[in-house]
């Protein structure tokens, strides 16, 4: 692991200082690059000539719509570890460490992730996606419709996105249209709907 570098994305300052001395115990040549919401993780990511062997990511953070975080970090990451540290269930992560674990176990956990396993908690095994699933035509969006799905789960009209993003309108309603199509849906509301689940703040707590 010499010259590895994790990435650790949590808005509390104490707890990023605590995840980074559990890492340290477990990984003392590792690198760490700490960071306080989706937007710095990404620039960090971003870096050139910069990869990553893990991210650890609290699931609730200010720039981040229930698990759109994650989404977008996995897009950058592509197939690097995310594991979850949080107080409720995740989406296509890795691991999951509740904030209330022992540090000892967070440093199992750690490690097991790191030697190509997974740690999940009894509840929150996740079922890895069929090639049908939301998931997996969500993966399929390129990083530009992306962006627009996302400013549409926001409430965002086509000429705000226009604006946001630096495009026409026209543009916009093109990549609608690919949204659509590659999610299965028809419109805008149904677009909505069938991701709600995922974006969704409303996830079940892990008990």
Same mark, same amino acid.
């Given at each position: 692991?010499? &010259? ?26 590792? @690198? ?15 870096? *050139? ?12 953070l200010p720039d981040?719509? &229930?698990?759109? &975080? ?21 989406? &296509?992560? @890795? ?26 908690? *009894?509840?929150?095994i996740a079922q890895? *996606?069929? *090639? ?76």
């Amino acid at each position: 692991m010499f &010259g590895a570098r994790l990435l650790v994305a949590d808005d509390h300052p104490l707890m990023r200082e605590g995840l980074s001395l559990v890492i340290r115990v477990a990984l003392p040549d590792i @690198t760490i690059d700490s960071v306080g919401s989706i937007a710095e993780a990404e620039r960090a990511i971003e870096q *050139p000539g910069r990869s990553y062997r893990l991210a650890l990511l609290d699931l609730v953070l200010p720039d981040a719509d &229930g698990f759109s &975080g994650v989404l977008r970090l996995q897009r950058l990451l592509g197939a690097v570890p995310i594991v979850i540290v949080t107080a409720r269930q995740m989406l &296509g992560a @890795t691991g999951y460490l509740s904030k209330g674990l022992s540090f000892d176990e967070m440093l199992s956990a750690l490690r097991t992730v790191l030697a190509g396993g997974t740690a999940f908690p *009894p509840m929150g095994i996740a079922q890895e *996606p069929d *090639p049908g699933s939301m998931r997996a035509r969500l993966a399929s969006l390129s990083g530009a419709q992306f962006r627009v799905l996302i400013a549409l789960m926001g409430g965002r009209l086509n000429k705000q996105i226009a604006i946001d993003i630096g495009v026409t309108e026209a543009t916009i309603k093109a990549h609608l249209t690919a949204i659509f199509h590659k999610l299965g849906v028809n419109n805008r509301t149904q677009a909505i709907l069938a991701v709600q689940p995922l974006f969704s703040k409303e996830v079940a707590e892990v008990v």
